[in-house]
């Protein structure tokens, strides 16, 4: 019986080389925009820093550190910057045999994940890797020069370790038990609150109410008239 590590070469290997055999079709190809992130990593194992060219101010042009980061070791190892390997020119070798190598990854994750989820998780992995390597769109970006290999093995390890996780219950994610009790406690709160409110518009409904008291000055009193206005009986005239 295979060991798990023979089996999930066994189911990683073939999509490899099928995504690398697609690479190979666009030769030496590499995007232009990856020439800034190759000075950058030129300028930083030169030890003259995160500058696009020695002497000038640094201004951070790039936007993939951890892959510049590579560039910059591979520099420092005699694999990048150097020259030609095998007669290629090591500026696209390089960043190419590394994109192979984060495709690899990405298909032990599918492996990974896959084995948590079903009993052939070679299989469902060969079948992930032929079908990764006939989309041109992936394979292109993956092998362009730039960090798209990478950020794909990262979000791949990540979809594996979160499937993983679920299956296995270690998401630490609350329960439906945990949601009903959460649920009929803030309805009994609300009920209590509510009868609370319920029994003080009641006590204060059923304190005595008593008539306002006027101060005297204020007190209503019948109007007074002038003498002068004051009505008098009619005088009866005499001839």
């Given at each position: ?96 045999a590394l994109a192979f190598l984060c495709c690899v ?59 993983r996780a679920s299956v296995q219950g270690r998401l ?68």
């Open positions: 019986m295979r060991s798990p590590a023979l089996r999930a070469s066994g189911a990683v290997l073939p999509g490899a080389a099928a995504i690398a055999l697609h690479a190979c079709l666009y030769g030496a190809w590499v995007v232009d925009d990856a020439a800034i992130t190759f000075a950058y990593a030129r300028s930083l194992a030169s030890g003259d820093g995160l500058v696009l060219q020695p002497g000038q101010p640094p201004v951070e042009a790039y936007s993939n550190p951890t892959w510049l980061a590579l560039l910059a070791l591979g520099r420092l190892a005699g694999l990048f910057d150097h020259g030609t390997i095998f007669g290629i020119a090591d500026q696209v070798l390089f960043p190419k990854g990405i298909l032990v994750a599918m492996y990974r994940a896959a084995s948590a989820v079903t009993r052939r998780p070679a299989v469902v992995t060969l079948v992930a890797g032929l079908t990764l390597a006939t989309i041109p769109s992936f394979v292109i970006w993956c092998f362009s020069g730039l960090e798209n290999s990478l950020f794909a093995l990262a979000v791949a390890w990540l979809a594996a370790v979160l499937c630490g994610t609350a329960t439906v038990s945990d949601v009903r009790s959460a649920s009929s406690a803030t309805v009994s709160d609300v009920r209590s609150a509510s009868s609370a409110t319920v029994s003080d518009v009641r006590s204060a409904s059923s304190a005595t109410v008593q008539a306002p008291r006027l101060c005297p000055m204020f007190a209503p009193q019948a109007p007074r008239l002038c003498p002068m206005f004051a009505p008098q009986a009619p005088r009866k005239w005499r001839c």
